[in-house]
């Protein structure tokens, strides 16, 4: 799809503020600073439609932009920072479940792990809740660009070993553009299919 017109929507902290489901959807979801919103922007093309922030834990908030009129991307608040309390986990929990189960004309989740680390046990933990929804997803394992590619061959072996599926696997880099095309493709095939 060629990005003609993108904006942000609105933000919501709990399910009363998601808007209405009537387009399809893509849901960017990792950990904190795994390059959630850098990923939007790359995609879209555009420098600071999602705020990116070197605070990590920061957005507790599910925010969605609409592009082209023809679909959503939602971003989802990041997991696995370790400085939050019991309270905030679990909103981010019911918050992130109810995203999950709300339904959409049509649904691709992007998980992004970091190319230079081995999944976190909540990054599995979210590919079980993808599959157990029967959501069709992507692992993507961003910041390729900051591992050589022996390096990176080497990690995403690795990570082969956790994924199971190699065909969901794709390298990507917001600074390189590595991937791009590849997450773009599932993009425009979860939206032909929910056209057809
Ligand atoms: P939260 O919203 O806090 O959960 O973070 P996020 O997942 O949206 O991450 P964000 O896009 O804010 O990126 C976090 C940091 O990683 C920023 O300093 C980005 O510049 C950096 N970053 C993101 N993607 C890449 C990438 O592909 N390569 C490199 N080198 N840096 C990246
Ligand atoms: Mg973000």
């Known amino acids: 799809m060629k990005v003609l017109q993108c904006d942000f929507l609105t933000a ?17 979801m990792g950990r904190s600073n795994v390059g959630k919103s850098s990923l939007i922007n790359a995609l879209l093309g555009k420098k600071d439609l999602a705020r990116t922030s070197s605070d990590p834990g920061r957005t507790r908030q599910v925010i969605f932009f609409r592009i082209n009129g023809a679909c959503l991307f939602v ?38 792990v970091d190319a230079r ?27 390729s660009d900051k591992l ?4 990176l061959a080497r990690n995403l072996k690795e990570h082969l070993k956790q994924w199971s599926r190699p065909d969901l696997l794709i390298p990507c880099s917001a600074l390189t553009r590595e991937g791009m095309p590849q997450i773009w493709a599932a993009i425009d095939g979860m939206l032909n299919e929910a056209k057809s």
């Open 75 to 112: 971003d989802l608040p990041g997991y696995g920072f370790a400085r939050v309390s019991k309270t905030i986990r679990a909103q981010w929990r019911s918050l992130v479940e109810a995203y999950l189960s709300r339904p959409a004309p049509g649904k691709l989740a992007i998980l992004l």
């Open 148 to 151: 050589s590619r022996a390096a």
């Open 117 to 143: 680390h081995a999944p976190l046990p909540l990054d599995l933990t979210m590919r079980a809740w993808l599959e157990d929804r029967g959501m069709p997803y992507r692992v993507v394992a961003t910041k």
């Open 12 to 28: 919501a902290s709990d399910p009363e503020g998601f808007p209405p489901a009537n387009v399809p959807e893509v849901v960017f």
